[in-house]
């Protein structure tokens, strides 16, 4: 047989189990008695009966040992407005009738010559009838023993980890907060508060208690469970109470209170489980249904209460845990991106790098910066395609009132398949290939086609000037030239951005622009560019003579004032957005009617009128497409065979002379 619990005894020649219960220092010296152990029968034979009547009696002895030392029976039954406003009329009374019962004339009892012995073994049988009431009710009794899982050791062991954790981040208040027997330890802090603070303390505070297991004793515990010495005794020796507090040391009294409980809490809650498992009403004599006060009930409700928020917790800091885990192998959106980017910038030209960065500034505002992509699923994909098709048009070309083109959602939609495939390539546990099914088909009825300009817009665009002086005003020359340009070169916004003096060139007395040994969008805008006698005539190459006076290397110099990098629009965003929001609109375009219609009309649109010009007019398409930088790569005919052979400047000039608007 295992060996009994301190409360519990059984003599040799006798069947039943006794109950001892050492009389606390406390009570000792409060009512003036000798130390003495109270020692009764409680007239069971059965274990698991006798460890239940035992602890319960055990709590109850306590509580009321803590009232007598606060001299709280009187108090509590006070007919003072402010007390009874603490307990219902039901439990006043049953105050009454228990204060009437100890402190009557007849009982014998009165604080000046109590006899504790005689009290205890009186207030025994009421709590053995109590206990046996309980087990014979439990199943109606507040808290269902069997509701409470059983606490798996390493639950138990994050636990103690946990109030380890308190003793220097102090957190002490929530384990205080889950002590069912706080009057316990509230009877002892000061005294312990005392020792602490004082000289004593020095000889046991080198002790790394923060390794110490909770289910020891430090060594100051182990001196204040031996000597019992607190601020009477300090007081009376003349010593000083005033040291610095040892915080690790009081929040380890805190914790160590709040562990041992809950070692007794789940030990409890276990014998208990089985008791009740293994109960049989029809085995046992009947017991009276006494009539008990709520207040009789509190502390066993406390108990598990109690126990119940401490399981909570340990709920909490698991689930916590395991966010950190996640957390802590995150394959993190923006950081991922970064890489991604890197590794693209060796591969791909500026401006498609810039259309990476572009859709990725959205899904970071729409997914946060740290998005697990672990996460990321179909159905995820989904909810992104759908954010996406419902993205404003880009406000900083005027176009905050649109919703994006199908073109260009499927452009984003890429974007985030190319990134998920890189991912996969570098062996990044994410799923793959969710976007692809997820483009949407292009037609003529979801895309808005980028038409060209009538011959009245083209008039009004080429002689445009600002009425208002506000209007581009750091960058007039700049927003003077660009559409002028675009109109009779078919060149792209940045590209014009680009330019430098060294790129004006003339060869056989034809000038050109040269546009290699540039990071333009592919290998074909790497091109020489003839200029358009009209550019001549407005005073291009006169531009670029005085740049070169004036020893500025940029020809359109005034858009970048204020920067240092072009943004992810390039070097031309502040002309792009002076166009698309003030000379379009003076000039008499609507871009709303204009995209109701299906039609896109912005700046790019000079260019598609500069190709659809050279479409009317018949021109040879292969030199056209070199002006534009249109070749493609795979053109067996002219770019396998004809690799080696360039097209005269001559040929070239004589089709951007046949542009006349």
């Known amino acids: 047989m295992p060996p009994l619990p301190s409360y519990l005894y059984q003599y040799p020649q006798s069947k039943n189990f006794f109950f001892r219960f050492r009389i606390s220092r406390q009570i000792i010296k409060s009512l ?61 009374q049953s105050l009454e009738d228990f204060h009437n019962s100890i402190f009557s004339k007849n009982s014998g009892y009165t604080p000046k010559n109590w006899d504790f012995r005689a009290y205890l073994k009186e207030r025994f049988s009421i709590y053995l009838s ?89 060594d100051a515990e182990d001196a204040f469970k031996r000597d019992g010495h607190g601020i009477d005794y300090f007081e009376m020796e003349g010593m000083t109470t005033d040291l610095p507090l040892d915080k690790a040391a009081i929040n380890r009294f805190f914790a160590r209170h709040a562990w041992l409980e809950f070692q007794f809490k789940r030990q409890l809650v276990s014998q208990l489980k089985k008791f009740s498992n293994s109960y049989d009403n029809f085995a046992e004599e009947e017991i009276d249904n006494e009539d008990m006060p709520l207040t009789m009930w509190k502390h066993y409700d406390d108990v598990f209460s109690t126990y119940s928020d401490t399981l909570s917790m340990i709920e909490k800091l698991k689930k916590s845990d395991r966010q950190a885990a996640r957390q802590s192998n995150a394959i993190k959106l923006k950081p991922t991106f970064k890489k991604f980017l890197d590794d693209k910038k060796k591969e791909v030209l500026p401006d498609t790098v810039n259309q990476y960065q572009t859709s990725f500034n959205f ?39 649109e919703t994006i083109a199908v073109k260009t959602i499927n452009r984003y939609l890429k974007n985030f398949d190319a990134f998920l ?38 008039l009004a665009v080429v002689n ?46 034809i ?42 290397k940029i020809v359109f110099h005034q858009s970048r004032i204020g920067k240092d ?50 479409k009317v007019k018949g021109l040879s398409g292969y030199i056209v497409k070199q002006i534009v930088g249109h070749m493609d790569d795979d053109d067996i005919t002219f770019g396998t065979y004809g690799s080696e052979v360039s097209t005269k400047l001559e040929a070239m000039k004589d089709v951007i002379e046949r542009i006349d608007y």
Request: hydrophobic share 35%; with cysteine.
């Open 363 to 401: 899904f970071y505002e729409l997914l946060g910066e740290n998005y697990d992509l672990r996460k990321l699923d179909k159905k995820e994909a989904v909810k992104i395609k759908d954010a996406v098709k419902n993205k404003a048009a880009n406000s900083e070309k005027g176009r905050d009132k």
């Open 32 to 92: 003036g008695i000798k130390s003495f152990t109270f020692v009764a029968s409680l007239q069971t034979a059965n274990l698991a009966h006798a460890r239940w009547f035992a602890l319960y009696v055990s709590a109850r002895i306590k509580k009321d040992c803590n009232r007598i030392i606060n001299n709280e029976f009187k108090d509590n039954i006070s007919m003072e407005n402010n007390v009874r406003m603490d307990f219902t009329s039901d439990e006043l």
């Open 130 to 218: 109590m206990a046996k009431y309980a087990i014979s009710t439990e199943k109606q009794i507040k808290f269902d023993i069997n509701k409470f899982d059983d606490v798996k050791d390493s639950d138990a062991k994050r636990y103690e980890e946990h109030l380890k954790s308190t003793l220097d981040t102090g957190d002490s208040a929530s384990s205080f907060e889950q002590l069912a027997h706080q009057h316990y330890l509230m009877a002892y802090l000061h005294d312990y508060n005392a020792f602490l603070k004082s000289p004593e303390f020095t000889d046991y505070n080198d002790q790394d208690i923060r390794s110490l297991s909770l289910n020891l004793n430090s």
């Open 464 to 509: 445009y000037k600002p009425s208002d002086k506000r209007e581009a005003a750091a960058f007039r020359e700049d927003a003077f030239w660009f559409p002028k340009i675009a109109l009779y070169t078919g060149m792209r916004l940045n590209e014009i951005s680009y330019l430098t003096v060294n790129d004006f060139c003339v060869e056989d007395g």
């Open 565 to 614: 990098k072009p943004n992810k629009y390039g070097w031309g965003e502040k002309v792009s957005r002076w166009y698309n929001r003030s000379c379009l609109k003076q000039i008499g375009i609507d871009k709303a009617v204009e995209s109701e219609n299906g039609y896109m009309v912005d700046f790019h649109a000079l260019r598609t009128t500069f190709i659809s010009c050279c």
């Open 421 to 458: 495939a890189w991912c996969d390539d570098e062996g990044l546990e994410v799923k793959s290939k969710i976007f692809t099914r997820l483009k949407l088909k292009e037609t003529s009825a979801n895309s808005d086609k980028r038409r060209p300009y009538s011959p009245d817009e083209i």
């Open 511 to 552: 000038h050109y622009i040269s546009l290699f040994d540039k990071d333009l969008k592919t290998g074909s805008s790497n091109r020489k560019i003839p200029i358009h006698s009209k550019l001549i005539a407005f005073g291009l190459l006169d531009l670029v003579e005085n740049r070169k006076k004036e020893k500025l």
